[in-house]
């Protein structure tokens, strides 16, 4: 370690003593909230608060008369009478207000392009691109499919949709073509949009020749799309696929924002739970457009005149819909988009970044943190992050000792940093800080934003913990949120609202509240794992992997990882006659980058000759858990064969001495 590093490690221990982090004064004489009662005035009535933001931040075609409508829970509905354009809001209002060349995105490519987009540039690409995809027959209602990496396009095809009514269904880029398939099917697209080719790393991946290769018979599916991103050659099939340009230039230039209910479906945004199948997240657009709007301008203190955002999510996340997309464009924001690696070019092309386009505010995943302080405080240092002024976390839990590095190193000691915690069912976030207000602790999201009512139960009884742990809940409607899965009613019912009413929502997630209050996220209680801030099911990564020919069990856990925070671990049992070998790990870890994507792959695989299963023949994960992080096991007594485990840990012991 050099001196510098010894020095930095030294002074961040000492710091792990301080436990709380106050607001400097010069940043909360500038906030836009200061006073505490905000909270208040929010909890006397969330309706009436959150109706007022509605029609404070937004432009309404229709103002809403009523706020919430909870006369059928958990399906609810806020301001049911209002009607609204998100395309309008994000667009159409602030070139009308004159703001038409502020930059909305300052987008740089992996190769070093810069593309500046203005806002009345982005409108005039959707305005084309909505009736593009009306002359392609899409209608008020049809769903969608978009499959683009981080180029301005991805935005242009949003606003698009939202503009004509139609539902859009983003599907991450890391995922697999086989992936978007399945998302394509469960929702019925009628289009996708997507690219001739995908730049990663130096690499391109022709995207536009694998999306053939499995949407051949999908008989929804009448059209696609293709941006040329990268001029990769591919096939176009006659009648079916039209590039992006191409229909854009054919297509009128005007294409008025149709107001829509403020109920109106906006997207889809399929999520990992606990079973394989994908579960389909319905917003819509009046309360998703408030929650996003309200959070992104008062938990980042935003100026849009001033300030430079950043938030380096990828949009096929919903960190991206609501904080690359419709936040900041709802907000007027100017923001920069990344479209590639943290390490590519080289190590130092964030902080680059942030010093050629003076960035104010960084939205980060703890993941990436980590990264970082793995490569050194060096890499940072030789850059001017001066411009910074506030710096937020979000997708998992954000360890101290990261939290007072991205404080110290990256904020300079004198930004604050905000912890948000929300799921992509919330729409918008949750729990947070707000900078001009909250005390800090460092690894807690602290406190529900005004108008957010969370809290944290006993497990069996469903009462509130006054401290200690039990499960996250959220006692009330709040407009963000997310409003069914895509035709599937009961599953939504059941999932988050069958354990505690319908009433209350079932975050899925396990929580501490301490003696002020705050709030401390642990981690999911279902079987999900996060990897780098990527949510993904159990069952889901068991089903690539038992698609392999050679494999006949399998059953996957998340490990805890210094890096990635959990990373998927393995436990396979091989078909009968089959040698585990390393071309088999391999085989296996490209099952799961093809079904599923790259970020899926397992880090750990374990040979098991049998699971450890109930005598109803479950497998307990929680003995898997203990024993791939090395624990004492738990209680086996309801092992069907105890025996089991023995095996298991010679297996695990053997691994250890390859090594
Ligand atoms: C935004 C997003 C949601 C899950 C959630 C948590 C975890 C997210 C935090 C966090 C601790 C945080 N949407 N999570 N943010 N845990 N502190 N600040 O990540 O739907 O993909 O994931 O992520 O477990 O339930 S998501």
């Given at each position: 370690?050099?001196?510098?590093?010894?020095?930095?490690?030294?002074?961040?221990?000492?710091m792990?003593?301080?436990?709380?982090?106050?607001?400097?004064?010069?940043?909360?004489?500038?906030?836009?909230?200061?006073?505490?009662?905000?909270?208040?005035?929010?909890?006397?009535?969330?309706?009436?608060?959150?109706?007022?933001?509605?029609?404070?931040?937004?432009?309404?075609?229709?103002?809403?008369?009523?706020?919430?409508?909870?006369?059928?829970?958990?399906?609810?509905?806020?301001?049911?009478?209002?009607?609204?354009?998100?395309?309008?809001?994000?667009?159409?209002?602030?070139?009308?207000?004159?703001?038409?060349?502020?930059?909305?995105?300052?987008?740089?490519?992996?190769?070093?392009?810069?593309?500046?987009?203005?806002?009345?540039?982005?409108?005039?690409?959707?305005?084309?691109?909505?009736?593009?995809?009306?002359?392609?027959?899409?209608?008020?209602?049809?769903?969608?499919?978009?499959?683009?990496p981080?180029?301005?396009?991805?935005?242009?095809?949003?606003?698009?949709?939202?503009?004509?009514?139609?539902?859009?269904?983003?599907?991450?880029?890391?995922?697999?073509?086989?992936?978007?398939?399945?998302?394509?099917?469960?929702?019925?697209?009628?289009?996708?949009?997507?690219?001739?080719?995908?730049?990663?790393?130096?690499?391109?991946?022709?995207?536009?020749?694998?999306?053939?290769?499995?949407?051949?018979?999908?008989?929804?599916?009448?059209?696609?799309?293709?941006?040329?991103?990268?001029?990769?050659?591919?096939?176009?099939?006659?009648?079916?696929?039209?590039?992006?340009?191409?229909?854009?230039?054919?297509?009128?230039?005007?294409?008025?924002?149709?107001?829509?209910?403020?109920?109106?479906?906006?997207f889809?945004?399929?999520?990992?739970?606990?079973t394989?199948?994908?579960?389909?997240?319905?917003?819509?657009?009046?309360?998703?457009?408030?929650?996003?709007?309200?959070?992104?301008?008062?938990?980042?203190?935003?100026?849009?005149?001033?300030?430079?955002?950043?938030?380096?999510?990828?949009?096929?996340?919903?960190?991206?819909?609501?904080?690359?997309?419709?936040?900041?464009?709802?907000?007027?924001?100017?923001?920069?988009?990344?479209?590639?690696?943290?390490?590519?070019?080289?190590?130092?092309?964030?902080?680059?970044?942030v010093?050629?386009?003076?960035?104010?505010?960084?939205?980060?995943?703890?993941?990436?943190?980590?990264?970082?302080?793995?490569?050194?405080?060096e890499?940072?240092?030789?850059?001017?992050?001066?411009?910074?002024?506030?710096?937020?976390?979000?997708?998992?839990?954000?360890n101290?000792?990261?939290?007072?590095?991205?404080?110290?190193?990256?904020?300079?000691?004198?930004?604050?940093?905000?912890?948000?915690?929300?799921?992509?069912?919330?729409?918008?976030?949750?729990i947070?800080?707000?900078?001009?207000?909250?005390?800090?602790?460092?690894?807690?999201?602290?406190?529900?934003?005004?108008?957010?009512?969370?809290?944290?139960?006993?497990?069996?009884?469903?009462?509130?913990?006054a401290?200690?742990?039990?499960l996250?809940?959220?006692?009330?409607?709040?407009?963000?949120?997310?409003?069914?899965?895509?035709?599937?009613?009961?599953?939504?019912?059941?999932?988050?609202?069958?354990?505690?009413?319908?009433?209350?929502?079932?975050?899925?997630?396990?929580?501490?509240?301490?003696g002020?209050?705050?709030?401390?996220?642990?981690?999911?209680?279902?079987?999900?794992?996060?990897?780098?801030?990527?949510?993904?099911?159990?069952?889901?990564?068991?089903?690539?992997?038992v698609?392999?020919?050679?494999?006949?069990?399998?059953?996957?856990?998340?490990?805890?990882?210094?890096?990635?925070?959990?990373?998927?671990?393995?436990?396979?049992?091989?078909?009968?006659?089959?040698?585990?070998?390393?071309?088999?790990?391999?085989?296996?870890?490209?099952?799961?980058?093809?079904?599923?994507?790259?970020?899926?792959?397992?880090?750990?695989?374990?040979?098991?000759?049998?699971?450890?299963?109930?005598?109803?023949?479950?497998?307990?994960?929680?003995?898997?858990?203990?024993?791939?992080?090395?624990?004492?096991?738990?209680?086996?007594?309801?092992?069907?064969?105890?025996?089991?485990?023995?095996?298991?840990?010679r297996?695990?012991?053997?691994?250890?001495?390859?090594?």
């Amino acid at each position: 370690m050099s001196e510098v590093a010894d020095g930095l490690e030294r002074k961040l221990e000492g710091m792990l003593e301080i436990e709380k982090f106050e607001p400097s004064a010069e940043y909360r004489d500038g906030a836009l909230w200061t006073d505490p009662a905000i909270y208040e005035e929010a909890a006397a009535d969330p309706v009436a608060w959150w109706t007022a933001r509605a029609k404070e931040l937004l432009d309404w075609d229709v103002e809403p008369t009523t706020g919430l409508d909870d006369s059928n829970p958990p399906f609810y509905r806020w301001f049911e009478d209002g009607r609204l354009n998100a395309s309008h809001n994000c667009l159409d209002r602030h070139v009308a207000a004159g703001l038409g060349d502020r930059v909305a995105y300052h987008w740089r490519g992996e190769e070093g392009e810069r593309r500046d987009v203005t806002y009345a540039e982005l409108l005039d690409s959707t305005q084309r691109f909505a009736n593009a995809l009306k002359d392609l027959g899409v209608k008020k209602g049809d769903v969608v499919g978009i499959y683009l990496p981080m180029i301005p396009e991805v935005a242009v095809a949003m606003l698009a949709c939202a503009r004509i009514g139609a539902i859009h269904n983003v599907v991450f880029g890391g995922f697999s073509a086989e992936s978007v398939r399945e998302r394509m099917e469960f929702s019925e697209a009628k289009v996708l949009i997507t690219v001739d080719g995908a730049r990663r790393k130096g690499r391109t991946a022709p995207i536009k020749q694998q999306v053939d290769e499995q949407m051949g018979d999908l008989g929804s599916l009448g059209k696609i799309v293709v941006v040329r991103a990268t001029g990769t050659a591919c096939p176009m099939t006659e009648g079916r696929d039209v590039f992006y340009d191409e229909a854009c230039a054919a297509a009128a230039a005007e294409c008025p924002a149709e107001p829509m209910e403020a109920e109106h479906p906006l997207f889809i945004l399929y999520t990992s739970g606990s079973t394989a199948k994908p579960k389909g997240i319905v917003h819509t657009t009046g309360g998703y457009l408030t929650g996003v709007t309200t959070t992104h301008r008062h938990v980042f203190d935003l100026r849009p005149e001033e300030d430079v955002w950043w938030c380096a999510a990828d949009v096929g996340w919903v960190t991206g819909h609501s904080y690359i997309v419709y936040g900041p464009l709802s907000n007027g924001a100017t923001s920069v988009m990344w479209e590639g690696a943290p390490d590519h070019p080289h190590q130092g092309i964030w902080w680059e970044l942030v010093q050629d386009h003076g960035v104010t505010i960084l939205y980060a995943a703890p993941t990436a943190i980590r990264t970082f302080i793995k490569w050194g405080a060096e890499i940072p240092g030789r850059y001017d992050l001066s411009s910074l002024r506030l710096l937020g976390s979000v997708g998992e839990p954000i360890n101290p000792k990261a939290w007072l590095w991205y404080h110290q190193v990256i904020g300079g000691g004198r930004c604050p940093i905000v912890d948000t915690w929300w799921q992509t069912e919330t729409g918008a976030i949750m729990i947070t800080p707000l900078p001009g207000i909250t005390a800090t602790k460092p690894g807690s999201a602290t406190t529900p934003f005004p108008g957010v009512s969370a809290d944290v139960v006993d497990e069996r009884s469903g009462e509130p913990v006054a401290e200690g742990q039990g499960l996250l809940v959220l006692e009330k409607p709040w407009p963000s949120m997310l409003r069914t899965l895509y035709k599937e009613d009961e599953r939504f019912v059941e999932t988050y609202f069958s354990r505690f009413g319908k009433e209350r929502y079932l975050v899925g997630d396990a929580a501490r509240k301490d003696g002020d209050g705050y709030l401390w996220v642990i981690g999911r209680i279902d079987d999900v794992v996060n990897v780098s801030g990527h949510r993904l099911s159990t069952a889901e990564v068991e089903s690539a992997i038992v698609a392999h020919e050679s494999v006949a069990e399998a059953a996957v856990i998340g490990q805890s990882d210094p890096d990635t925070g959990q990373a998927i671990c393995a436990f396979v049992t091989l078909a009968g006659g089959v040698e585990p070998t390393e071309e088999l790990v391999e085989g296996i870890r490209a099952e799961v980058a093809t079904r599923i994507g790259k970020f899926a792959r397992p880090k750990r695989v374990i040979w098991a000759d049998d699971l450890p299963k109930t005598r109803s023949g479950k497998i307990m994960r929680r003995l898997l858990r203990d024993i791939a992080e090395g624990r004492a096991l738990g209680d086996v007594t309801t092992l069907r064969d105890p025996g089991v485990m023995a095996e298991l840990e010679r297996q695990i012991a053997a691994e250890g001495d390859e090594d």
